[in-house]
C-alpha cells in the first residue's frame, strides 16, 4: 500500500473528490495505508467512512463507472469459482476413488 500513498493519484483523488477537509489529507492517507487498522481508531474512522462514501456515491450515480465496477466484480467472481473449483477437484476425486474402492471390496 506504499507504493499507492506516494502515488500522485491518490494525491489528485483526495484533493479533488475523495477528502471533505483538504486541511487533514495527511488523516486520510494514514487511513488509507491501513484502512482495517483505520477502522478501529476513532480518529481515523470517520476519514475512512467519508472516502467510502465518496467512493460509493461516485460509483452509483455513474452509469458508466458502475458498469465498469460490474464487470470487474463478475470477473473476480468467476475467478474465484474457477480456482475453487480447480481446488476442490482433487478432493471430490479422491472420495469418488475412495467410494469405488469401498465398494469394489464389498
Known amino acids: 500500500m506504499d507504493l499507492l500513498l506516494e502515488d500522485s493519484r491518490i494525491d489528485y483523488a483526495l484533493k479533488f473528490g475523495l477528502a471533505a477537509n483538504k ?8 487511513a488509507l495505508a491501513d484502512p482495517r ?3 478501529g481508531d476513532p480518529v481515523l474512522r ?15 450515480t455513474d452509469p458508466a463507472m ?9 470477473r473476480k467472481s468467476l475467478h474465484e469459482e474457477i480456482e475453487y473449483e480447480q ?14 474402492r469401498e465398494r469394489t471390496n464389498d
Not at 52 to 57: G, I, V, W
Not at 67 to 73: D, G
Not at 87 to 100: Q, S
Open 23 to 30: 486541511n487533514r489529507l495527511s488523516y486520510y492517507k494514514k
Open 37 to 39: 487498522k483505520a477502522v
Open 46 to 60: 470517520p476519514y475512512v467512512a467519508e472516502m467510502l462514501d465518496a467512493l460509493s456515491r461516485m460509483v452509483f
Open 66 to 74: 458502475w458498469a465498469r465496477m460490474k464487470t470487474i466484480l463478475t
Open 87 to 100: 481446488e476442490e477437484a482433487p478432493k471430490t476425486l479422491d472420495t469418488l476413488r475412495r467410494v469405488l
